[in-house]
């Protein structure tokens, strides 16, 4: 099982826009560090080793925090319960990070 570092992404603006999965060449830098702030968790730490690193992306490569982001990171195929070496005790931290999140910034509850 992979030691995962949670973090809280840094966003600039909120949006409901249809999610996909951002790939590194979606971002306008190639600064792990400023791509990391999209993301909730890192197999290496913040910033990471590699892009492959980063988990569960919530931020848009603009920079907006996405509710369908959100949703799909909290639960389903997508979810960070589907990563095969996260253990039980982080996932429920970035569920409750994500839940916080979608309650703070979009009013809305996240099922599960």
Do not use: C
């Amino acid at each position: 099982m992979s030691d995962y570092e949670m973090h809280e992404p840094d966003y600039s603006d909120t949006t409901e826009e249809d999610w996909g999965d951002p790939q590194l060449n979606d971002f306008e830098t190639d600064d792990l560090g400023e791509v990391a702030d999209h993301f909730v968790l890192s197999s290496s730490g913040f910033p990471p080793e590699n892009f492959s690193d980063l988990k569960v992306p919530v931020v848009d490569p603009e920079g907006n925090l996405n509710l369908n982001a959100l949703q799909t990171a909290h639960g389903g195929a997508h979810s960070v319960e589907a990563i095969d070496d996260v253990d039980e005790g982080t996932a429920e931290d970035v569920k409750e990070l994500l839940e916080k999140l979608a309650r703070q910034e979009f009013d809305h509850e996240l099922g599960d």
